[in-house]
């Protein structure tokens, strides 16, 4: 790597500049698996405090990214990608591009469409206003698409990893039996329906606040004067997909780091990790997830001083 990162841990390296320009420094198939959450296109909203793109050039935008993504991937690696949506502009109708951009990045560039989720935030606020709150004719947006793909159809996987805990239901049933029989549905349920298998086989429907209003990142940012990212993704997401599609010591990238939670995420679950944002703000600010105090804190935290990538 030409480029010096800003700071580095005893897990992994932030580097501050474009993408594009860092990613090509990168070797061929060195990363396990890539968590990101890009700028969504910029629509009639107002302009955002981050980089944004108008909607007729976002699908050709990210290609180019994504490109580099497939490169850096192992053969069993996996790309994830958590893509709001936008409404169109003057009319209470949604856009599209989500579903052009996952169209694009399989028939251009190969990926495969592993599987779609979907990342509902309870806490979400009613909005937009004008068809939400004002003419009352549609209802608030609380769900963000996430993109599963992966360079080959066979990515490395083990939803052991991400099991959730039983219901009450499901632990009487185990502990009392279940009587085997065929489902209306068509299903039959088996003896081995009752097999404790230490946990439930989660859903795609990924139910995680976030409304990190109180913690050591936010409260440390605004000790140094330093401005909060206004679009972060909570922890548990980058720790869902980085727990069921790696390994510890695997190496984990996120092209649009913003925060870096996904930085802080892999550190916490062993795993190496390497952050590329554009805004310096964000990325210093990113830094204070790791210090001491923090979920990941370490006092091996080094900053290294030296030549960002040239903008």
């Given amino acids: 790597m030409r480029t010096r990162p800003l700071y580095s841990t005893k897990s992994g390296k932030a580097y501050l500049g474009d993408s594009l320009t860092i990613m090509s420094e990168m070797p061929d198939e060195s990363v396990n698996l890539i968590v990101t959450s890009p700028p969504f296109p910029l629509t009639f909203q107002k302009k955002k405090p981050y980089e944004t793109v108008s909607m007729d050039r976002y699908v050709g935008w990210f290609l180019a990214y994504a490109e580099h993504c497939k490169r850096l991937l192992r053969e069993d690696g996996s790309f994830v990608i958590d893509i709001g949506g936008v409404w169109?502009?003057?009319?209470?109708?949604?856009?599209?591009?989500?579903?052009?951009?996952?169209?694009?990045?399989?028939?251009?560039?190969?990926?495969?469409?592993?599987q779609d989720f979907y990342w509902y935030n309870p806490?979400?606020?009613?909005?937009?206003?004008?068809?939400v709150n004002v003419r009352r004719i549609r209802v608030k947006c609380a769900v963000n698409l996430v993109w599963w793909l992966?360079?080959?159809?066979w990515p490395k996987a083990?939803?052991?990893?991400?099991?959730?805990?039983?219901?009450?239901?499901?632990i009487r049933l185990i502990e009392?039996?279940?009587?085997?029989?065929?489902?209306?549905?068509?299903?039959?349920?088996?003896?081995?329906?009752?097999?404790?298998?230490?946990g439930a086989i989660p859903p795609n429907l990924l139910e995680l606040g976030n409304n990190d209003s109180n913690g050591s990142y936010l409260k440390q940012c605004e000790a140094a004067g330093l401005p909060v990212h206004p679009a972060r993704f909570p922890g548990r997401l980058p720790e869902f997909f980085i727990r069921l599609c790696t390994e510890p010591e695997d190496t984990v990238l996120d092209p649009f780091a913003g925060s870096n939670m996904t930085g802080e995420a892999a550190q916490?679950?062993?795993?190496r990790w390497v952050a590329i944002e554009l805004s310096k703000d964000y990325l210093e600010g990113s830094k204070f997830r790791f210090q001491p105090g923090s979920p990941v804190g370490t006092p091996r935290l080094k900053i290294l001083q030296g030549r960002s990538a040239q903008l």
Wanted: with cysteine; proline share 8%; net charge positive.
């Fill in 88 to 114: 169109n502009k003057g009319t209470p109708t949604r856009s599209l591009y989500q579903y052009h951009l996952l169209i694009a990045l399989c028939e251009q560039l190969g990926f495969s469409f592993a």
């Fill in 123 to 131: 806490g979400a606020l009613p909005a937009p206003a004008e068809w």
């Fill in 150 to 153: 992966s360079k080959t159809p």
């Fill in 158 to 170: 083990n939803n052991k990893r991400v099991l959730k805990e039983y219901s009450p239901d499901m």
């Fill in 176 to 198: 009392r039996g279940y009587r085997t029989k065929s489902r209306p549905s068509g299903h039959n349920i088996t003896e081995k329906f009752q097999k404790n298998h230490g």
């Fill in 268 to 271: 916490r679950l062993g795993r």
